[in-house]
């Protein structure tokens, strides 16, 4: 069998690049780490196992953006926020294919995987976002 | 131990803040030296001052990193070690915490601690850019969340489950820039209303134009020394009595709390239980108000009131100038402006000004516990220093 890839970020966007939420859970102390890390914070073990996460959740905060920076601009206005997902993890994202006005804090969102997005420099991560479920 | 004076302050100086045009950040922090200089006329600052910590938070707005050397230089301060601390928005916090450790240590009898930050001549998408750069990057910035986005979020969370509204976010804003007309170096000398306040354009809803602090220029300092030695350079050393700087996860989704600072709950204990203080002793504060919601939120980790009340304390005017605990009695980041890399020091600066009183319209009276509580980008750095007069 291969190696495992790295519990790395950059190894997370290359998950996201298949389409796949992927966290990395602690095989000592079992905790989930999204994104996933190469040391665990809880124990300081370094022995991980991939796991997948639902791509799904609960809108907890949002907001919407009016002033961007310059690579998001011609987006404007376009709606943020944090969702919850399964395992007590969180995860921020856009919000989009939505009416503002039906953005409400609870809402059931999906997440959607932009692979589109990808860019000849660094970082060469895709983009994610969420959408109602 | 409680109570004891860490370090005394015998002087503190401030640039104008504002659009300073066609100057450099090195000139700006040098204004605010002449100024710490002409105060103490007793000190002899290339003979007595032994170290300098300087905040400056980024390096993108001038091309120009490597602050300690550069300004300390400018400030006629060539050869004494000097080094830039960063802590996004609350660097110059952490230069007055490193300042404080540098006396205690016994190396240093006397410190210069500052900050500075040189931003209005890039444009608001550039500036847009970099200060996001306080936030996390891959999770954060890569997905369009914007700084003043991030305490958008904490600001729609806080509405939701205290019932917060966009009128208290709004007094705030009114409150500090009443201050701030009472101040002749801050940025915007002028009364806002809350009207004014309520129509102004969407920056990160629900946070509007007047929620958020200013894009700034400016420079600030104080000299610290150690308390033994403080009455040889003025009559009017004022302590600091208790100091606390805590750490959070880059990025907002981790954390516990989308509603409160936990960094800076434990920075305000850890200077609280050092002072030997309560919330209800401090006579005046400074606030990070980076936007109207930090304030509220600010409030509510310093236990000046309770959790998720901190919008009713707005509301109910003891944070004015003339209520029981003036905040933001210098018109704060919303009106005095923000350099992000001179606030803490700018903070230290007005409750030198106000314990002394040398705050002239602004002054509050019968003042003798002064606390400065400064936030770095979304709340992963916060410090918070409490000052009393001698």
């Known amino acids: ?133 | 131990m409680k109570g004891k004076p860490l370090v005394s302050i015998v002087s503190a100086g401030l640039s104008k803040f504002g659009k300073l045009e066609g100057l450099y950040a090195r000139e700006i922090f040098a204004e605010a030296a002449k100024e710490a200089f002409d105060r103490c006329p007793n000190l002899d600052p290339k003979k007595d001052i032994k170290a300098l910590f300087v905040g400056h938070m980024g390096e993108s707005y001038e091309h120009q990193g490597h602050t300690g050397a550069t300004v300390a230089d400018w400030a006629g301060l060539l050869h004494i070690p000097a080094t830039r601390t960063e802590t996004a928005c609350a660097s110059s916090g952490a230069a007055l915490r490193a300042g404080v450790f540098a006396v205690l240590s016994g190396l240093c009898d006397v410190v210069m601690v500052g900050g500075v930050e040189k931003m209005t001549h890039r444009t608001t998408p550039e500036v847009t850019e970099y200060l996001a750069m306080a936030s996390d990057f891959p999770f954060e910035q890569w997905h369009g969340i914007t700084f003043p986005g991030l305490y958008a979020l904490m600001a729609t969370a806080h509405m939701h489950e205290y019932g917060t509204t966009e009128e208290q976010l709004a007094m705030v804003a009114v409150k500090n820039h009443h201050n701030g007309f009472l101040n002749p170096k801050a940025h915007m000398q002028k009364e806002v209303t809350l009207e004014k306040a309520l129509s102004s354009r969407v920056i990160a809803w629900p946070l509007k134009l007047y929620d958020c602090s200013l894009i700034t220029d400016g420079g600030s300092c104080v000299i610290i020394t150690k308390p033994e030695i403080a009455k040889k350079y003025t009559d009017m050393p004022i302590q600091i009595i208790g100091s606390g700087q805590a750490s959070d996860s880059i990025g907002m989704y981790e954390r516990e709390s989308l509603t409160s600072l936990i960094a800076a709950k434990i920075a305000a204990r850890q200077a609280y239980e050092m002072a030997g203080v309560k919330p209800e002793d401090v006579d005046v504060a400074e606030v990070h108000d980076c936007f109207t919601i930090a304030e509220i939120i600010g409030y509510e980790d310093l236990g000046f009131c309770k959790q998720g009340e901190g919008g009713r304390l707005v509301e109910s005017g003891e944070t004015k100038l003339e209520g029981k605990l003036p905040v933001n009695t210098s018109g704060g980041l919303k009106s005095k402006g923000h350099p992000v890399g001179a606030t803490g020091t700018a903070q230290a600066y007005e409750i030198y000004l106000q314990l002394t009183e040398q705050a002239e319209k602004r002054q509050v009276k019968d003042t003798k516990v002064g606390l400065a509580h400064n936030v770095g980008g979304s709340g992963a750095t916060a410090t918070v220093h409490i000052f009393r007069r001698e």
């Open chain 1, 1 to 133: 069998m291969s190696e495992q890839p790295q519990f790395t970020i950059e190894q997370f966007y290359k998950y996201i690049s298949q389409g796949k939420l992927m966290g990395g859970k602690c095989k000592k102390c079992g905790k989930i780490h999204l994104p996933p890390r190469p040391l665990c914070d809880k124990c300081f073990s370094k022995e991980f196992e991939w796991t997948q996460i639902q791509p799904k959740g609960k809108l907890l905060t949002y907001t919407i953006i009016y002033v961007a920076p310059p690579q998001f601009e011609q987006m404007a206005p376009y709606a943020v926020g944090i969702i919850q997902l399964e395992n007590d993890l969180k995860i921020p994202g856009m919000i989009r294919d939505v009416e503002r006005e039906r953005i409400k804090i609870g809402m059931e969102l999906t997440m959607q995987f932009d692979t589109s997005a990808v860019q000849s420099q660094w970082p060469q991560w895709p983009r994610y976002y969420f959408k109602p479920a």
